[in-house]
C-alpha cells in the first residue's frame, strides 16, 4: 500500500547546542552561545580591553548540558511523531486522465479512510492537487501547506508508457471505482450498499471515455457484479443475477413528472453532488425521503438496512430525485409504497402492502395537528395507545406485553385528527398489532397473527 512521503523538515539547529572549545591547561567545560551565557558587558571601558583583561563568560558543566539536551529532546519528539504520523496519512488509489481532465484519487487515513478525489490543480479545502505523472504514477499533494508524494506500485516501462488516456487503479474500493464511472458517465449510480468489500487493482492507458468506461464495467462483472445502464441518468449495480425490484410508486413517480400542472413546484434541481449519502443509516435516510417528498413514514420501528450509499453525479428534478432514493430501497431490500398524499409506508420487499387500508380523506371538522405533534421515537406502544385514545375517543384494552413493543412515528406533515388516527393504527400495525373494535367506544389491541387477515 502507497503511502505519502512528507518532504517538511524541521529547521536545521533549531535545538543545537555547539560546543565550545575548552581553554588550554582547564577542565572540560561547555559554552551554550546566546542561549544562556552571559555576555560581556556592554559598559567595558576600552582600557580594560587594552590591558588584556577578558570579559567573564558564564561556562556550564556537564550536568547542565545534558539537561539542556533532554530539554530539546522533550520539545522536538512531539513534531517527529506528528511528521512521521503525517507522512503515512494518504494513500493513493487512483489516477485518471480521460476527457481531457486529469484527477488523482487518495484517501486520507486519519479521517476514517474517507477518499478524495481532485483534478490538477484543483484545492478542496486544505488540500491541493499540486503535481501528477500520469505516466510513471507519481503524485504531489499539499495539505495545510506540506507537500506529500504519492507513488504507485509497479510504474511501467517508460518506453511504453503513455500519459494519455489512462485508468489507473490499486487497491480501490467499490466506493471508489463506483465514484469514478459517474464522474466518467455522468449517471448517478444506484446500488444496493451490500456488494461486499473488492479491491480493484488495473492499469489501462490510451482510452478515451466510453473505453474507459466499459472498462470499469468490466472490474465489476469480474466481482461477480452487473452494472447496468438506467435511462439517461442512472446506472444500477446489483449482485450478478439479482433482479431489478419492480418499485410500487413507479406508475405514479412518471405521471407525476409528465403532469404539467406540477411542473412549477416539482421541477427545481437538485444540482449534482447535493444528494451525497457516503453510507448513512436508514433512519437518516428516510428523514431526508421524508422532506423530499413531503409524506410522513409509516414503518416497522425493527427495519434495517444500510449503510446506505447514493451520490447524484447529475442535476435532477424532485422526481427522478424520489425515484432515485426509491431505487436505493429497493436495492437494499426495502420498499416504499405511496399510501394517499400524504403517508408512504416502508417495509421489506416481500411485505403485503394491500393488507393495510388507504388513509381517510381529512375531516374538516375535526381538529388539526401541526408536523410534529405526534412524534414516537422508539417509544412503547402504551404512549401511542393514549393517543390515539386522545385524538379517536376510544378507549383501549391489551395485553401487557404489547406494551412494551417499539412504536416510531412522526407526523411530517399537518394532519387531521382523523388522518392522526389512522397513522397511529397503521404504525401499530406495521410492528405486529392490531386494534380491533370490540364496541362503539372501545378498542381490543391484539397480535396481529389474531388478526382479520386483510383490511379492517
Excluded at 94 to 112: E, K, P, Q, S, Y
Excluded at 156 to 183: F, N
Aim: with cysteine; proline share 6%; glycine share 6%.
Amino acid at each position: 500500500m502507497n503511502r505519502s512521503r512528507s518532504a517538511a523538515v524541521p529547521a536545521a539547529g533549531s535545538c543545537g547546542v555547539p560546543p565550545q572549545s575548552p581553554d588550554r591547561g582547564s577542565a572540560t567545560r561547555f559554552d551554550l552561545g546566546p542561549h544562556v551565557a552571559s555576555t560581556r558587558s556592554q559598559t567595558a571601558s576600552n582600557s580594560e580591553v587594552a590591558a588584556g583583561h577578558r570579559p567573564a563568560v558564564r561556562r556550564i558543566t556537564l550536568r547542565e548540558l545534558l539537561l539542556s539536551a533532554l530539554v530539546c529532546i522533550a520539545l522536538l519528539l512531539p513534531q517527529a511523531e506528528s511528521r512521521a504520523a503525517e507522512t503515512d496519512r494518504f494513500e493513493l488509489r487512483a489516477i485518471l486522465t480521460v476527457a481531457g481532465a486529469r484527477h488523482a484519487m487518495f484517501a486520507d487515513t486519519d479521517n476514517a479512510g474517507k477518499t478524495h478525489m481532485l483534478r490538477f490543480r484543483e484545492s478542496k479545502g486544505d488540500l491541493q492537487l499540486a503535481s501528477l505523472d500520469p505516466a510513471t504514477g507519481s503524485v504531489v499533494i499539499k495539505h495545510r501547506g506540506r507537500r506529500h508524494e504519492m507513488q504507485m506500485d509497479s510504474p511501467p516501462d517508460p518506453a511504453t508508457a503513455s500519459p494519455r488516456g489512462v485508468i489507473w487503479l490499486q487497491e480501490a474500493s467499490i466506493d471508489d471505482i463506483t465514484e469514478i464511472y459517474q464522474r466518467i458517465t455522468t449517471r448517478t449510480v444506484l446500488r444496493d450498499s451490500n456488494l461486499g468489500n473488492v479491491a480493484f487493482t488495473f492499469r489501462e492507458q490510451n482510452v478515451d471515455t466510453p473505453t474507459a468506461a466499459d472498462r470499469l464495467i468490466e472490474a465489476f462483472t469480474e466481482q461477480g457484479i452487473e452494472l447496468i445502464k438506467n435511462g439517461k441518468r442512472f446506472a444500477i449495480a446489483k449482485r450478478k443475477g439479482a433482479r431489478i425490484p419492480a418499485l410500487p410508486n413507479y406508475a405514479q413517480i412518471i405521471e407525476s413528472a409528465s403532469d404539467t400542472s406540477k411542473k412549477t413546484s416539482d421541477s427545481g434541481l437538485y444540482q449534482t453532488g447535493s444528494i451525497q449519502f457516503p453510507g448513512i443509516d436508514l433512519n437518516a435516510f428516510l428523514d431526508f425521503y421524508a422532506e423530499l417528498t413531503g409524506r410522513t413514514i409509516l414503518k416497522p420501528t425493527a427495519l434495517q438496512a444500510g449503510p446506505i450509499a447514493l451520490t447524484t453525479q447529475t442535476d435532477m428534478n424532485r422526481w427522478e430525485a424520489v425515484y432515485a432514493l426509491d431505487m436505493t430501497l429497493a436495492l437494499n431490500g426495502l420498499k416504499s409504497t405511496f399510501l394517499g398524499d400524504k403517508f408512504t409506508a416502508i417495509t421489506p420487499l416481500d411485505y403485503d402492502t394491500d393488507a393495510l387500508t388507504q388513509p381517510p380523506d381529512p375531516d374538516p371538522d375535526a381538529d388539526q395537528l401541526k408536523a410534529g405533534a405526534i412524534t414516537f421515537a422508539n417509544a412503547p406502544a402504551s404512549q401511542a395507545f393514549q393517543r390515539y385514545q386522545e385524538l379517536a375517543s376510544l378507549k383501549i384494552s391489551s395485553e401487557a406485553h404489547l406494551e412494551d413493543v417499539s412504536i416510531s412515528l412522526r407526523n411530517h406533515t399537518p394532519l387531521a385528527a382523523n388522518e392522526a388516527v389512522w397513522a397511529i393504527e397503521t404504525a401499530l400495525r406495521l410492528n405486529g398489532i392490531h386494534l380491533q373494535p370490540t364496541d362503539e367506544n372501545s378498542v381490543q389491541a391484539a397480535p396481529l397473527a389474531q388478526a382479520p387477515d386483510r383490511k379492517n
